[in-house]
């Protein structure tokens, strides 16, 4: 099936994305438009776990791996104690054989390698909205 973002009505859902790549960012936020989800931006790990304990109305956290100040990993870490329940979809470039398994480590519920298939990341992110 091709991605058509029209199949994917997401607008009482709200995702936090964790990256310090601009052009990243302007793409999930071209990817998720058609979504009508609300997107949050975190630039580095500290903000993201930040976001976390003052916004209890995100739903998903889409967590790159390599960040300044704080790591994705180690933020995924500090999110899951703050919320358990909360889905972490990590995301990074660095596709080396271990970065999987110590994600899923990490408390991180699903993994994806950069360049995105936005087919996959739609697919994955929608399997976790309806198990959610």
Not at 27 to 39: A, G, I, K
Not at 64 to 72: F, Q, R, S, V
Not at 102 to 131: H, N, R, S, W
């Amino acid at each position: 099936m091709a991605f058509n973002s029209f199949t994917y009505d997401w607008s009482d859902k709200v995702i936090l994305l964790v990256e310090d790549e601009p052009i990243c960012c302007l793409f999930f936020q071209s990817v998720f438009r058609e979504t009508e989800s609300v997107l949050l931006f975190a630039y580095n790990g500290e903000e993201a776990v930040s976001m976390i304990k003052n916004h209890s109305k995100i739903d998903l956290v889409l967590m790159d791996i390599k960040l300044p100040l704080m790591d994705g990993l180690e933020a995924s870490r500090q999110i899951k104690k703050i919320r358990p329940e909360l889905p972490i979809i990590v995301q990074t470039a660095y596709a080396l054989n271990n970065e999987r398994q110590k994600a899923m480590e990490a408390g991180c519920d699903d993994y994806f390698t950069k360049p995105i298939q936005i087919e996959v990341l739609m697919e994955k992110i929608e399997k976790i909205f309806m198990t959610s």
